[in-house]
């Protein structure tokens, strides 16, 4: 069985003309304003950037297995400064894209297959979000699990949340502690499709995918790890419980940067 698999992920799509911001709803937005994006744009993606080296680019490269290819969808209007930096990551392939996010979908089902074999028998693409890390075992769990049916979506149940640099209402404990938390339809998901019918794991939101695709959950040790730094794009509450573990305790299951308290 030949397999070949995509981590597909977004840094700054449409950060630089995000209208689409306008539309959402500030009760369920409330942590990051679009006045706050559209006005200091750089300074939120060197911030994202420190998320990024510290957390999700070492959790990948520090992957058991590295049979993949990470696919890093970037705004074509990034400046030349950060594009000088994006090209010095070796890890991933940058992609520079025009439009903005709800245009992802179409972008990544043109631009896979120019990396598609099409003699596998299988693609998986999985998504990873920027500020987030996986556990150094979820490429190669992800290889082991599928399915041998196309049209699959596999998800792992079980992972963390770390209040990264403060508290909140839904986080109460100070900052840099680890919950456990049980998500079924996370924001981790992969799917498994034909070479000459593939619409990425980014052909819907991890939430309904389930809809379009069989639905996999698979109940495992903590497989992902997501960063809450105040300023996400959106945050999902429920399933959480205080772990008894701390962020720097969390080695060697999940490779990433020392944090200072």
Request: proline share 5%.
């Amino acid at each position: 069985m030949k397999i070949q698999h995509f981590l597909i992920s977004r840094f700054n799509l449409g950060l630089y003309t995000w209208t689409e911001f306008e539309t959402k709803d500030p009760e369920t937005w409330p942590i990051l304003t679009r006045k706050t994006i559209l006005e200091t744009p750089n300074k939120y993606l060197d911030y994202r950037l420190k998320l990024f080296d510290t957390f999700t680019y070492p959790s990948v490269c520090g992957q058991t297995n590295q049979n993949f290819k990470w696919l890093m969808l970037l705004s074509d209007d990034t400046p030349i400064r950060y594009r000088e930096i994006f090209e010095q990551y070796t890890r991933f392939i940058p992609i520079y894209c025009k439009g903005q996010w709800r245009s992802m979908k179409s972008h990544v089902q043109k631009l896979i297959h120019d990396y598609i074999d099409n003699t596998s028998d299988f693609i998986v693409t999985t998504r990873l979000d920027v500020d987030d890390m996986l556990h150094r075992n979820f490429i190669d769990n992800v290889q082991n699990d599928i399915p041998k049916k196309h049209n699959t979506s596999l998800y792992y149940r079980f992972g963390h949340v770390i209040n990264f640099k403060h508290r909140d209402m839904y986080l109460p404990q100070p900052a840099q502690t680890v919950y456990n938390q049980s998500y079924p339809h996370n924001q981790f998901p992969s799917i498994i499709e034909e070479p000459n019918k593939v619409r990425t794991i980014w052909c819907e939101s991890h939430g309904i995918l389930r809809k379009s695709t069989e639905d996999i959950v698979i109940e495992k040790e903590p497989m992902w790890c997501w960063i809450v730094h105040g300023k996400n794009m959106s945050t999902f509450r429920g399933n959480i419980t205080k772990s008894t573990i701390r962020l720097g305790e969390l080695q060697p299951n999940f490779t990433y940067k020392q944090v200072t308290e």
